[in-house]
């Protein structure tokens, strides 16, 4: 999953993070990317939208990329 969280996150930020369930950092990678977005649409709002952008983007492919893997755990029972 954590492959697929940094490509997801190269195209989209924050919703590779969703595949690590990292909840909160996901969803204000997810709200300062569309913040960013509006930003950048308008002439001066783009002087703080696009560091935004980039610095989301960054964050969002690092926060995944640190995250610990987790074993895969199966439980087997004989009843």
Not at 7 to 24: A, E, M, Q, R, Y
């Amino acid at each position: 999953m954590k492959v697929l969280g940094i490509i997801v996150n190269i195209f989209l930020p924050g919703i590779g993070t969703l595949f690590v369930k990292k909840w909160g950092q996901a969803i204000a990678q997810i709200v300062l990317g569309i913040i960013g977005v509006l930003l950048s649409i308008t002439g001066i709002g783009s002087i703080i939208g696009l560091p935004l952008l980039i610095g989301v983007w960054i964050w969002s492919i690092v926060t995944v990329a640190n995250t610990q893997s987790q074993p895969v755990e199966v439980v087997v029972r004989n009843e």
